[in-house]
C-alpha cells in the first residue's frame, strides 16, 4: 500500500512529530531546517504540509506543491497563506484555532492583572534599582470594576468566566454570537460596541478582517472613560497605533497592555517608550502546554486529510463562514467522517443516504448534503471527488441524498446528526454529536449505543450475544501482535445482539478479519480508517 505524503516545513513540538511518526500509512519527512529555497525543491511529491508562521504558503510554494492536497496551519493565524490561490488549485487549507485558548486567555488575564497592580514597574524599582518603597505602588483592584469584552469566541468568554471569578461585572459584545449565550454565561450583552466603551477595562478577542482593523480609534476613546485600561492580546492592528499612543500619552488611556503590533517583531515601536504600557511578544500562544496541543492538533489533522476522511477546520470549503455559527462546523465535519466510515464498512454501491438533523443543528440542515456526500465518495473515488463536484457526482451515479430534520432524536442528545446509508443489500445508519471543546463522538451504529471517537482504525463486530467472543477476539488481536487502544461494546437484549468498535494502533489485514469472521458467533465484521 502507498502511503501518503506529509512534510513539515516548520518546528512544531516533539509530539507531533512523534504521532506522525507512528501512522503506518504515513511517510512523514521533517524539513524545518531547510532553507526556504531548499524547501520548495522538496515539496513536488507532497500530500499534505504543515507550517507555521516562518513558511509563506504563496504562489511558488503552491506551484512547486503539485500534488498537495491540504496545508495545515499549526496555530490560528494564516496570514502567510494565501488561500484564493490554494483554493483555486483545490486545495484545502486548515488551522488550528483552540488548542492555544488556555494561554491566550490566561496571558490576557496576566495583562489585566498587571494593569491595575504595575508589577513590572515594583518589581524593577526593588530588583533593578533596590529601593523599596511600598507608597508608589498603590494599584486598585478587579472586584467591582467593568470590563467590556470584545468577541465572545472561545477566548473572549474563558475571559468572562475568569473575570466573573474576581467579582467582576462583564459585558460582552458579538454580533455573531446569539444573545442568549451570552446570557446564558451570566454575561450582559451589549448591542452596540458603544456599550462596552463605557466600561474600566475593555480587551478585544476577534479575528483581524476588514471589519474589526481599527476597530478603537480617537473616535471611540473619546468616548471612554478617563483613565481606561486597554488590553490587546488577539491581533495587532485591532486597535489604531497611532491614536492609542496619543490617548496613552494624555492618560486618558491609564494602561495599556499589547501582546500584539500592527509590524512585528516591534522593537522600534513608539508605544515602547511609554511607562504607562506593559509588553509582551507576541507570546500569548507561548506555553509548553499549548504548543504540545498545537503539534498535535496540526498532526492529527494532517493525517485526517491525507487519508480524505475530514477536513477539520478547513478555512475554504463550500459555504459561506458568515452564515455558519462556530459551533456547527464540527458537526460538518463529524457528517464527513461518519459518511465516510459507512461507505468502508458497507464496501457496496450506494443507492441513497439519508441525513438527519436534530436540535439546534435544523436551521443549518442543507449544509450537511455537502460534506455527507464527499464522505460517502471520498473512499471508492480518492482525490478525484472534492467540495465542489461532490454532489453533482453523487447524482451523476443515481444516489439519492435526502435530508431531514427533527425536533430531536434523543433526549439525552439534544443535538445529532444521523446518516444512513442504503445498498441493494442492506441500510447502515450511525449518528454521532459535539461535546465540549469540539470532541466528535459516535453514539448509536444501526441502534446499538455507543460512546466512541471517530478517529483511527476501526474494527466494527456484530455477534450474537454470548459469553466467550471478547476472549475470541482479543486471542486474534494477539496472536497477530495487534494492540486495542480502545474497545466499546454496545447491546441489543431484545435480540440477542452485540457490536463491538474496536480501535487498534496496527493495520487489518484481511486474513484477520476473516479469522474474526469464522469465530462462531460473528454475524458481520467491517473495517475503516479514519
Not at 483581524?208 to 480617537?218: D, H, L, P, Q, W
Request: proline content about 2%.
Amino acid at each position: 500500500m502507498s502511503k501518503y505524503k506529509i512534510v513539515v516545513c516548520d518546528h512544531i513540538h516533539q509530539a507531533g512529530l512523534d504521532f506522525l511518526q507512528k501512522q503506518n500509512d504515513v511517510e512523514f519527512v521533517n524539513y524545518s531546517n531547510l532553507k526556504k529555497d531548499e524547501l520548495l525543491e522538496k515539496l513536488k511529491d507532497a500530500d499534505v504540509a504543515i507550517t507555521r508562521s516562518s513558511t509563506d504558503v504563496d504562489e511558488k510554494f503552491i506551484n512547486a506543491a503539485s500534488k498537495l492536497k491540504a496545508v495545515v496551519r499549526a496555530g490560528v493565524g494564516v496570514d502567510n497563506v494565501d488561500i484564493d490561490a490554494c483554493s483555486k488549485k483545490g486545495i484545502i487549507v486548515m488551522n488550528v484555532p483552540t488548542a492555544n485558548t488556555i494561554a491566550a486567555v490566561e496571558l490576557t488575564m496576566a495583562h489585566i492583572i498587571n494593569s491595575v497592580r504595575n508589577f513590572p514597574g515594583a518589581n524593577n524599582q526593588l530588583k533593578k534599582e533596590r529601593i523599596w518603597k511600598r507608597e508608589d505602588w498603590y494599584g486598585t483592584e478587579l472586584k467591582g470594576k467593568t470590563i467590556g469584552i470584545v468577541g465572545f469566541g472561545n477566548i473572549g468568554s474563558k475571559v468572562a468566566a475568569r473575570a466573573k471569578a474576581f467579582e467582576m461585572e462583564v459585558i460582552a459584545y458579538d454580533p455573531y454570537v446569539k444573545d442568549s449565550t451570552i446570557i446564558d454565561a451570566g454575561v450582559i450583552c451589549a448591542k452596540h460596541i458603544d456599550d462596552i466603551l463605557k466600561c474600566d477595562i475593555i480587551t478585544v478577542h476577534t479575528p483581524k478582517n476588514s471589519e474589526t482593523k481599527n476597530m478603537i480609534t480617537k473616535n471611540e476613546i473619546a468616548k471612554m472613560k478617563d483613565g481606561v485600561i486597554l488590553i490587546n492580546c488577539a491581533r495587532g492592528g485591532l486597535y489604531n497605533e497611532d491614536d492609542i499612543l496619543e490617548a496613552a500619552k494624555s492618560k486618558k488611556i491609564r494602561w495599556l497592555g499589547l501582546d500584539v503590533f500592527n509590524k512585528e517583531p516591534a522593537i522600534d515601536n513608539p508605544l515602547l517608550d511609554l511607562d504607562n504600557i506593559y509588553v509582551t511578544p507576541h507570546i500569548g500562544a507561548n506555553t509548553l502546554e499549548s504548543q504540545e496541543k498545537i503539534a498535535l492538533q496540526a498532526a492529527s489533522i494532517a493525517v485526517e486529510s491525507a487519508r480524505g476522511s475530514s477536513y477539520p477546520n478547513a478555512l475554504n470549503l463550500a459555504i459561506k463562514e458568515n452564515e455558519i455559527p462556530a459551533f456547527i462546523k464540527p458537526y460538518l465535519d463529524l457528517s464527513q467522517k461518519l459518511a465516510f466510515f459507512l461507505s468502508q464498512i458497507t464496501k457496496e454501491a450506494i443507492r441513497s443516504i439519508n441525513i438527519t438533523c436534530s436540535g439546534k443543528l435544523t436551521p443549518y440542515a442543507e449544509s450537511f448534503g455537502t460534506f455527507a456526500a464527499l464522505g460517502m465518495l471520498k473512499h471508492s473515488l480518492g482525490d478525484s471527488i472534492n467540495y465542489v463536484n461532490a454532489l453533482f457526482v453523487a447524482k451523476d451515479r443515481g444516489i439519492n441524498i435526502n435530508i431531514n430534520t427533527k425536533d430531536s432524536l434523543s433526549s439525552v442528545y439534544k443535538n445529532l446528526i444521523t446518516i444512513e446509508i442504503t445498498t441493494i443489500e442492506k441500510t447502515i445508519s450511525i449518528s454521532g454529536c459535539v461535546f465540549d471543546d469540539d470532541k466528535l463522538r459516535i453514539i448509536y451504529i444501526n441502534g446499538f449505543c455507543i460512546d466512541v471517537e471517530p478517529s483511527g482504525k476501526i474494527i466494527l463486530f456484530r455477534n450474537t450475544d454470548v459469553p466467550g467472543v471478547i476472549g475470541n477476539v482479543g486471542k486474534i488481536m494477539e496472536n497477530h501482535n495487534i494492540n486495542i487502544t480502545d474497545f466499546r461494546l454496545g447491546r441489543n437484549k431484545e435480540v440477542k445482539e452485540a457490536l463491538a468498535v474496536i480501535i487498534v494502533d496496527d493495520d487489518i489485514t484481511d486474513n484477520i478479519l476473516d479469522e474474526l469472521r469464522n469465530i462462531k458467533a460473528c454475524i458481520s465484521v467491517g473495517y475503516a480508517i479514519l
